[in-house]
């Protein structure tokens, strides 16, 4: 291979110079390795396969923090993806390197501008997205996203300089997602300590605890974790639950006991802290559900760490809110979001959790009409109200953590319905990161809310994102008594 296959460039200032220098130094340079393993790669990038690749791992295997870090991944390549290929390249207009060899390493010369990278740019774009919500997972993607960027050189489709604008481009943009879909805090709420009888209540061999665990709970290759709870405490009753009946009759022992366990996600940890408040119980959650959001929030990432904090007879309280008499410890909502839960429940079974919100979505986003309620004596018309227990972080409509669990407070926010364009309007701002100025979005904190249907009719109402046939009157409002749930501090 040799350097008259590519044309000399006209500009003769230094950077071009060193750029076409550095462009023909390492496309002559001949490497098995590099055309075995990093050619195929940037071959593999092309239109984000890897990307989609790695996210679907990330999502599959990575829990909460990795169905984050593989949305944040994709929409950092999807925004890079548009202002590259979309913008940049348009109006840069540089012609590719191209020279024989493109030929045989890359198979077909690309036509479009080669300023700057595109492979690169959503390389950088992902690896950065990624790494702002799974740091660790920063340096092996860093290093995948280099590949990718080198074999664009490599291959003689791309200068130097197109890489590294590319993937600079690429890893602003995604540093940007931060202003309207903030990085969750990885820091525990705030709680306060429990200086009871908790102690007393439950030996170390879990001698006074019930545990019920959900049948569907744990991943998918270690399955529930009822062995590895019975092991470590064999005193405990155990029940592993599935049918409506079973869990009645298995909450129904359990509120005999000094303490309850509960191993599920937040629908099964609200429906068994309803049973802990009337019985004056603790409560003891091991996180084994899709997002686990109260466990997040108070620092719980396994079954060890809550069976260490039932041993030493550690626990915390925590606020309880109610809607219409029902206990949810996270959210609560109605209006479009119950329509989008049903409408994802509906398909679920038949193609999976994440697709199903997704064309959820779409079909809710299509359809629904503004609910039309009063509150607090307000007549509304909303399309769409998010109540949190406890103030929530970021600010925005995407409520994602708390930094305290016993403030006293529910955080609300809603759409207005009566804007024109209302829905379309939120979006731009979330974009735009203007949703403080934005009209059709309120958001305040109180201590309670009276909501009555105008209309008269019962309404759907949400908890943890579950649903229910709620009433045409009802009250959202914290409970008066805190509830104790085992927690191991640092």
């Given at each position: 291979m ?22 023909r ?5 001949e ?26 791992f ?17 929409m950092?390549?999807?925004a ?18 191209i ?21 690169a ?16 997972a ?10 990718v ?26 540093a ?39 049948s ?25 639950v ?58 719980i ?14 626990a ?19 209006g ?12 679920e ?32 018309s ?53 949703l403080g ?8 904190l ?45």
């Amino acid at each position: 291979m040799s350097d008259e296959t590519v044309a000399e460039p006209r500009s003769r200032n230094r950077i071009n110079r060193l750029d076409h220098y550095v462009f023909r130094r390492l496309s002559a340079h001949e490497s098995r390795f590099f055309d075995l393993v990093v050619v195929p790669l940037g071959r593999f990038a092309d239109r984000s396969r890897l990307w989609l690749v790695v996210a679907g791992f990330l999502a599959a295997f990575g829990g909460r923090s990795g169905r984050r870090a593989a949305l944040r991944g994709l929409m950092s390549v999807g925004a890079t993806s548009v202002l590259v290929n979309q913008g940049i390249k348009r109006v840069a207009r540089r012609k590719r390197p191209i020279g024989t060899f493109v030929r045989t390493r890359h198979g077909r010369a690309p036509t479009s501008s080669s300023f700057p990278s595109g492979h690169a740019a959503s390389a950088a774009a992902f690896a950065t997205g990624v790494a702002q919500e799974m740091p660790v997972a920063g340096a092996p993607l860093s290093i995948l996203a280099g590949g990718v960027g080198l074999s664009r050189i490599y291959a003689g489709v791309h200068y130097p300089l197109d890489v590294i604008v590319g993937a600079a481009a690429g890893a602003a943009l995604s540093a940007a997602t931060r202003k309207p879909w903030p990085v969750a805090s990885k820091e525990p709420a705030r709680v306060r300590p429990v200086f009871t009888r908790i102690q007393t209540l439950v030996s170390g061999d879990g001698d006074g605890l019930t545990f019920v665990v959900n049948s569907s709970a744990g991943s998918a290759l270690a399955g529930p974790p009822a062995e590895e709870i019975s092991e470590a405490l064999p005193k405990a009753r155990v029940f592993v639950v599935d049918e409506p009946e079973e869990w009645e009759a298995a909450f129904k022992e359990a509120g005999s006991a000094k303490a309850i366990g509960i191993a599920g996600g937040d629908g099964s940890i609200n429906s068994a802290a309803e049973v802990a408040m009337a019985n004056n119980q603790p409560l003891a959650i091991v996180p084994a559900g899709t997002l686990n959001h109260l466990a997040r929030d108070l620092g719980i990432d396994s079954v060890e760490e809550t069976i260490e904090a039932i041993k030493q007879g550690r626990a915390a309280a925590i606020d309880v809110a109610t809607i219409d008499g029902r206990v949810f410890l996270n959210t609560a909502s109605f209006g479009s979001y119950v329509e989008l839960v049903d409408a994802r429940e509906k398909l679920e079974d038949r193609i999976g959790k994440w697709p199903a919100v997704l064309v959820a979505l779409v079909k809710v986003l299509r359809s629904s009409t503004p609910i039309r309620v009063e509150i607090d004596g307000r007549p509304r018309s909303l399309w769409m109200i998010f109540i949190g227990n406890c103030r929530y972080h970021p600010k925005g409509f995407a409520p994602s953590w708390r930094e305290r669990l016993d403030d006293g407070l529910l955080d609300v926010r809603l759409v207005d319905g009566t804007q024109p364009y209302a829905r379309t309007r939120l979006l731009l701002a979330v974009l735009s990161g203007t949703l403080g100025r934005c009209k059709v979005y309120e958001h305040s904190l109180v201590s309670q809310l009276k909501v009555r249907s105008l209309d008269g009719s019962p309404m759907r109402l949400a908890r943890d994102g579950e649903t229910f046939e709620g009433s045409a009157e009802f009250t959202v409002t914290k409970l008066d008594r805190p509830l104790p749930i085992y927690i191991n501090p640092e």
